[in-house]
């Protein structure tokens, strides 16, 4: 945003393209900066998915780029791996928080930028070096590791003799999300110290847009939870290269090797682990809660429904989040009585999201509803965030949670409500605010198409993951070819595939209309929704210091539709009572 | 683009949307009263109360899932733009409370309702007299140990485990309790009576998982780990590892046989000659 | 914060080119001056507050470890405190003195005490860091090492991981001594350092009793 010598916030970008594009301080570069760091994430993790998927429906088939032509056991689980791990950091916790947040929280609380831009053009370049040192992992003497994205010890401690990508491919993993957590405190603490201090005046707290809400608190659980994981990996780095014992045992006999360390507990690297975890996942989804409620209130021409009591449960889950890391490790060995405190917990916390969910019905209950893709995305988030969650409910009770844990049952329940659900959100946010960042506006029938496939398509992908759960699938699992009962679920395996295949298809209209419309969209006005917010009040293209020297005077809550007597059906926030026209 | 006058998009997306919310609600309903796949029936008592609970749950949630998934479809359908005005409304505080309760009692109380279920798994032993066999999760087979006719488990030691020459284990060659114990690859028990076993693990976290018995626990290197149940229906059931260990996750398969207290009486015997033999 | 002569006195390099940027109203300043940007000073106190609620995160798991290893692990053998260490929080504790001191009289505009004290702080920071040097010297003369025993690798880790914190702090304390500030104020400069100061210094105790009392 700046050079050395001219001060932070006048009006003129810097001159010279690698200040400009590549190490810009500008927080709407670098949200850019993030959002494709999270594309290239997420087409990487989609092939990954596909590759899966053809592996599992038919097992020999050949697939370009393995050895052999197949799948191997190993390459399976190195894929499942890499899946996870780029999906749930890469993507799931930038886009929404970093990518989406940087652009736009800066601007709806009528601030010229972030409060710490140099720090914020930082945790950029961290996050990029960290991504690069993740899929190194892939090009090393072993590959990739095989433990999963969550890495249990002692199989993630022990080092290469507990299987191939467990050498070096483990380490760089640990080295990589050790970096990532770097990245994302220094992002947290920008987020934070920028909706504290720099809000404009007149917009108190509870005139912040929900998408504000949404992430401070993101980043205030970002701010507690990354340090733990750091924490983690330093310690499973020095157990794998400095003989430590923090979560190997004693007399661990491994590929026939009896291992030296003593008296670690791999039960440490699970507490440790979900203590980051748990709150990892509403880091995944509230910033989406929070550009739902958003969308919905625009395309309904109504206040969201209920905005204290939307602000109270955004809150209550992020305090509860740190409180429910338990139900991750029911049969862990962990005492029983520890697991019926995080089962209550836990069905406490499912309570606000319920909450949400009632008022998200409630902002559509007499409303106007336009059907834009935005908002057709907004509203299929509603749904799979209902299903996702009730499954929830089940996973949530120890009893019910021992038969169903490690099956396909979580992976279904944990794809709808993040690698689904939360994805509609950040489509969502795609689809309404294409136009302010980039002048042009995406193509409304490619929206569509897009939807209405995506749509159908990850419900025929991940509810028939529940009936696999039931039957009692294990997660993780290369092959089926040994266990017996597994036989019949072929069928299912197959109809998930090419589920999954038709989706990842139609993502191809998503990538073209973001992509070709930046430059040849039809020409965006200031404000194509018609929106309350800040955003909405600045020009297209957004000045480099967002208003132009002219910071605005907040008067009224983020969502004024349709008030009484008004003459539009829009009130912005900036607008001064007197100025507001009169029906 | 939104603008005030009505609108000149179609019903079509309203209605095609309610039609699709509906589809995807009757067909989770088909599948899930209909059992296409489902759990096997649970051969234990506590089983029962698993599945007891897991009723109950389904019920609660289903009702909650079919009218969510209802509401929206409706409002979707009943409040497209064809011209009326939005109602303005910040929202509704009695509203708010009542379904916060409700949610929050309902939740809740399965929570409670599911610890009895989860009590009769993990708080307590079991009866004195409980046939214990010893279950060893190992990159990737299972071993289990039973204590031979002197009752006792001989001493484990990882220096001695040698699975080349038949100690998988590491039994101590020095300790007189373990030459009685036989260790098998495949899970041998009696029917109708209170069976404990002792969960352990050589090398990483596996996972023992019996379907059937309702049974899943993790077993975790450096820790000894007892679940008791008791079988009431002769069969094979398979065992598979439910936590992931490695390579050969996928294949770490072991059976488990539930005889007739002659038959499994018959068994141990001829497993205790063969021990004695291949002692001298 | 201050608002006397002498404080602008401090303030070395003044905005380039460009003339007074547009100010940036949010809420009510206190009068104190924005340096050259439109970015309010209090951010920057915002800004510590927040960064060490995550120090203390990362710090807190590493404690949390600590007390669970210890409790589980069969093998846990006390290792003998360096004796140094009881002069290094001495240290420590003085260089939180010394480091007030500078701040009453940066306050009080006297800018020749103010350099001398705060100074004085930033070797007290180095002599402290190389008493954690000769405290590791010591854990191994008592064979101690990293992996010799759990109890033994968290002295090294917490000791490890709080020294590089402290780093930090006396880059920090270098910083301002050099006298040059680019967007921070001398007043927001001097006040965040020493609240990251006091917070190493503090860090520093709970770890010492944690690892004293816990070993």
């Known amino acids: 945003m700046s050079s050395h010598a001219s001060p932070v916030h006048h009006s003129e970008a810097p001159k010279g393209w690698i200040r400009h594009y590549i190490f810009s301080l500008d927080h709407k570069i670098i949200g850019t900066q993030y959002i494709l760091l999270g594309l290239s994430a997420v087409t990487i993790g989609v092939i990954l998915s596909v590759i899966m998927r053809i592996h599992l429906a038919w097992p020999n088939v050949h697939i370009w780029g393995f050895a052999n032509g197949v799948v191997s056991p190993e390459d399976y689980l190195r894929v499942i791996t890499m899946h996870g791990t780029l999906m749930v950091f890469f993507v799931l916790t930038t886009v929404p928080q970093s990518g989406f947040g940087n652009y736009f929280l800066p601007i709806q609380i009528g601030a010229p930028d972030m409060a710490f831009p140099t720090l914020n053009m930082l945790s950029f370049w961290l996050t990029f070096v960290s991504m690069l040192v993740l899929l190194s992992s892939a090009f090393v003497p072993g590959g990739s590791p095989i433990s999963g994205w969550t890495a249990y010890a002692p199989l993630s401690a022990v080092g290469e003799i507990a299987g191939p990508g467990q050498g070096l491919g483990q380490t760089l993993w640990a080295v990589s999300i050790a970096l990532f957590c770097g990245a ?83 039960l440490l690297w699970q507490h440790l682990f979900w203590f980051f975890g748990h709150p990892e996942v509403y880091i995944a989804i509230l910033p989406a809660m929070g550009i739902i409620s958003h969308v919905l209130s625009t395309f309904s021409r109504k206040p969201v429904f209920g905005y204290k009591a939307m602000v109270y449960s955004l809150s209550a889950i992020g305090f509860l989040s740190f409180m429910v890391w338990g139900h991750h490790m029911f049969i862990s060995g962990m005492n029983p009585y520890s697991a019926l405190t995080f089962s209550i917990l836990t069905l406490v916390i499912g309570v606000p999201s319920a909450i949400k969910t009632f008022n998200w019905l409630g902002t559509l209950w007499g409303a106007r509803i336009h059907f834009t893709a935005a908002m057709l995305f907004a509203i299929g988030f509603v ?12 996973l949530a009770q120890p009893a019910l949670d021992l038969y169903l844990h490690d099956t396909y049952y979580v992976i ?12 509609f959100a950040m489509f969502a946010a795609t689809y309404y605010w294409f136009p302010k960042m980039f002048g042009h506006m995406m193509n409304e029938t490619l929206g569509k198409i897009h939807f209405w496939m995506t749509f159908v398509g990850v419900y025929c992908i991940f509810m028939p993951m529940h009936y696999l759960g039931y039957a009692g699938d294990p997660r993780r699992y290369a092959l089926t070819d040994s266990v017996h009962y597994l036989a019949r679920l072929q069928p299912v395996y197959v109809f998930i595939s090419i589920a999954a295949f038709v989706t990842a298809a139609a993502q191809l209209f998503f990538y073209f209309n973001f992509f070709w419309n930046i430059k040849h969209g039809k020409k965006a006005e200031r404000n194509p929704w018609r929106a309350t917010t800040l955003e909405w009040q600045v020009s297209t293209p957004v000045p480099h210091d967002n208003f132009a020297g002219h910071y605005p005077t907040v008067y009224r809550g983020p969502y004024e539709y349709s008030v009484p007597g008004a003459a539009e059906d829009f009130t912005p926030q900036d607008v001064a009572p007197e100025q507001v026209a009169k029906a | 683009m939104v603008s005030r006058k009505s609108s000149a998009g179609s019903s079509a997306p309203a209605v095609l949307l309610s039609i699709v919310i509906l589809i995807l609600v009757g067909s989770t309903l088909y599948f899930h009263i209909a059992k296409t796949w489902w759990f096997p029936a649970a051969i234990t008592p506590v089983g029962s109360q698993i599945d007891q609970q897991f009723f109950v749950t389904f019920i609660l949630t289903g009702i909650v899932f079919v009218l969510a998934q209802l509401a929206l479809a409706w409002m979707v359908f009943r409040y497209r733009d064809h011209g009326q005005k939005a109602r303005f409304v910040r929202g509704n505080h009695t509203l708010e409370v009542v379904w916060t309760t409700a949610t929050l009692v309902i939740f809740v109380g399965l929570g409670v309702m599911a610890a009895h279920a989860w009590g009769e798994v993990h708080f307590g032993g079991p009866q004195p007299g409980a046939l214990q066999v010893e279950v060893t999760g190992v990159q990737f087979v299972w071993n289990f140990r039973y204590p031979g006719p002197d009752g006792k488990f001989g001493r484990i030691d990882p220096k001695d485990i040698d699975a080349s020459t038949g100690n998988p284990l590491g039994l101590d060659p020095n300790d007189p309790a373990g030459k009685d114990d036989i260790v098998t690859g495949d899970l041998y028990l009696p029917v109708g009576r209170e069976i404990e076993l002792m969960l352990r693990s050589q090398d990483v976290i596996h996972s023992f998982f019996v379907r059937e018995l309702r049974v899943k626990q993790d077993t975790v290197p450096g820790l000894v780990i007892p679940v008791h149940f008791t079988v009431t229906k002769i069969g094979d059931y398979e065992i598979t590892c439910n936590q992931l260990c490695g390579l050969g996750h996928y294949h770490m398969h072991a059976m488990l046989h539930v005889l007739s207290d002659a038959d499994f009486q018959q068994w141990e015997q001829k497993q205790e000659a063969q021990n004695a033999q291949a002692g001298q | 914060m201050p608002h006397t002569s002498t404080t602008e006195e401090l303030e070395i390099i003044e905005a380039g080119g460009g003339g007074k940027p547009p100010s940036f109203p949010g809420r009510d300043d206190d009068g104190s001056p924005s340096g050259r940007s439109g970015i309010p000073q209090r951010v920057y106190v915002t800004g510590i507050a927040i960064g060490m609620g995550a120090i203390l995160m990362f710090f807190m798991a590493f404690a949390s470890a600590f007390i669970v290893r210890k409790g589980v692990g069969s093998d846990w053998q006390a290792f003998p405190m360096p004796r140094i260490l009881w002069l290094n929080t001495l240290i420590l504790l003085a260089s939180s003195v010394t480091i007030v001191r500078a701040r009453h009289f940066f306050a009080r505009g006297d800018r020749e005490s103010f350099r001398h004290w705060w100074t004085v702080t930033t070797i007290l920071g180095f002599l402290f860091l190389a008493g954690q040097l000769i405290a590791w010297r010591q854990m191994v003369i008592s064979g101690f090492y990293l992996a010799t025993n759990a109890s033994g690798s968290f002295f090294y880790v917490l000791t490890a991981a709080h020294g590089l914190h402290l780093l930090g702090g006396i880059v920090a304390l270098l910083y301002v001594g050099r006298g040059k500030l680019r967007r921070l104020t001398f007043a927001t400069a001097t006040e965040i350092t020493s609240v990251y100061w006091h917070f190493m210094d503090g860090l520093w105790v709970f770890l010492f009793l944690l690892l004293l009392l816990g070993r």
Request: with cysteine; glycine share 14%.
């Open chain 1, 412 to 423: 279904g329940h944990f794809h709808l409500i993040m690698g689904v659900a939360a994805i």
């Open chain 1, 383 to 394: 749904s799979l965030f209902v299903t996702g969650g009730l499954s929830g409910i089940f």
């Open chain 1, 184 to 266: 994302s405190l220094m992002s947290a603490i920008n987020f934070l110290g920028t909706t504290i201090d720099l809000r404009a005046k007149g917009l108190s707290l509870m005139r912040m847009p929900l998408t504000v809400w949404g992430w401070f608190i993101t980043a205030s659980l970002a701010l507690l939870a990354f340090g733990v994981l750091l924490a983690a990996c330093i310690l499973l780095l020095l157990d794998r290269l400095a003989m430590t014992s923090f979560f190997i045992p004693g007399g661990e006999m491994v590929s026939g090797v009896l291992l030296k360390h003593a008296g670690g507990s791999p």
